[in-house]
C-alpha cells in the first residue's frame, strides 16, 4: 500500500525550527509511529524520497485549520471543491467541514468521544446488523464493527467518501470485513430494505437546513419498517431545546418518531439526541 504522509500547520513550524532533520507523527496522530524528515539546503527530504521545498512547507505553516499530504511526490491540500467546499479539519481525530459546518462535535469533546457517546446509546452487539445512515468520516460504522456488528452504512456525497479514503483514521471503512459502503441519499437507499433487517440504527444526519427530509415522518416510517422488532435506534439531532423557525427541533424529532410506531421515546443528553425502540412482537 502506498504511504501518505500528513502535514498540519504545527508540523510544519517544527519542521521550519529543525536542524538537520527531525522526527515527525505523519498520520495525524493515528499512531504514535514517527518518521524521520531530513534536511538537504532549502528542501525536507519525506520517508519516501519525496522533496519539499522550504516555501511549500512555510505555506503550511501559515495555514491554519487545514490538513495536507504528501503524495506522488506532491503536497495537495486535504479538500474538495465542488457543489460544496469539503476539507478534513486537524482535530485528533479529524473531522470533516462542508461549507463551514463540522460533522463531529469539537467543542469540550473530541470527534471519537462524540461517536462513543452515540454509539453508546444503542450498544450495537456482536453479531447484530446496523444500519449508519449518514457515514461521514466513517467513524461510527468502525466503532460499531469492532463491536462485532456488521454494518451498512450510506453516504451521499462523493466529496465526503473521497476524503474518507484520505484520512487514515477511516481506513478501516475500505478493508472489506464488517462493514459495507452505499452512495447515495438515505432516504432513497432505506426504500430497498427488507422489513426487519436491522437490529440498530444510528441516524446522524447533517444539520435539518440541509437534510429537512431525513428528518421527516415519512422517513421515520421507513426506519420504523426496517428494524426488527425490538430493534434501537439512536438520532442525533444537536442541542436541546434549539429552535429551527421557532419550534423546538428534537421535541418535534420525538413526536414524529412517536407517530411513525416507536415507543420508549426519550432524550440521550449526552449524545444530544434522542433513543427509541421498535415494539416486540406480541
Request: aromatic share 10%; hydrophobic share 35%.
Amino acid at each position: 500500500m502506498e504511504e501518505v504522509y500528513f502535514l498540519t500547520a504545527g508540523d510544519a513550524r517544527r519542521l521550519l525550527f529543525a536542524r538537520g532533520g527531525a522526527r515527525l507523527n505523519l498520520d495525524l496522530r493515528k499512531t504514535g509511529r514517527s518518521w524521520l524528515i531530513t534536511i538537504e539546503g532549502d528542501e525536507f527530504i519525506f520517508p519516501d524520497g519525496t522533496r519539499v521545498e522550504r516555501s511549500v512547507i512555510e505555506r503550511v505553516a501559515r495555514d491554519e485549520g487545514n490538513v495536507y499530504f504528501i503524495k506522488n511526490g506532491g503536497v495537495y491540500k486535504a479538500a474538495i471543491a465542488g457543489e460544496y467546499y469539503y476539507k478534513l479539519v486537524p482535530t485528533v481525530p479529524p473531522t470533516i467541514e462542508i461549507n463551514g459546518i463540522r460533522m463531529h462535535r469539537t467543542k469540550d469533546v473530541n470527534p471519537l468521544q462524540d461517536t462513543l457517546n452515540k454509539v453508546n446509546t444503542v450498544k450495537p452487539n456482536e453479531g447484530e446488523t446496523v444500519l449508519d445512515t449518514c457515514m461521514g468520516l466513517g467513524y461510527t460504522a468502525i466503532e460499531a464493527a469492532k463491536r462485532g456488528a456488521y454494518v451498512i452504512t450510506v453516504e451521499k456525497d462523493k466529496g465526503v467518501i473521497e476524503l474518507a479514503r484520505i484520512n487514515p483514521w477511516s481506513r478501516e471503512l475500505f478493508q472489506g470485513g464488517k462493514i459495507q459502503i452505499i452512495h447515495g441519499d438515505a432516504f432513497e437507499v432505506v426504500k430497498r430494505f427488507n422489513n426487519g433487517s436491522f437490529d440498530v440504527i444510528i441516524h446522524d444526519p447533517p444539520r435539518f437546513s440541509l437534510a429537512g427530509h431525513l428528518y421527516s415522518g415519512e422517513f421515520y416510517e421507513e426506519l420504523f419498517r426496517i428494524l426488527k422488532p425490538g430493534g434501537r435506534l439512536f438520532h442525533y439531532v444537536g442541542n436541546p431545546g434549539k429552535k429551527y423557525r421557532r419550534r423546538d427541533l428534537q421535541k418535534g424529532v420525538m413526536e414524529r418518531l412517536r407517530k411513525a410506531g416507536f415507543v420508549g421515546v426519550r432524550r440521550a443528553e449526552e449524545a444530544l439526541g434522542v433513543v427509541a425502540k421498535k415494539p416486540e412482537k406480541r
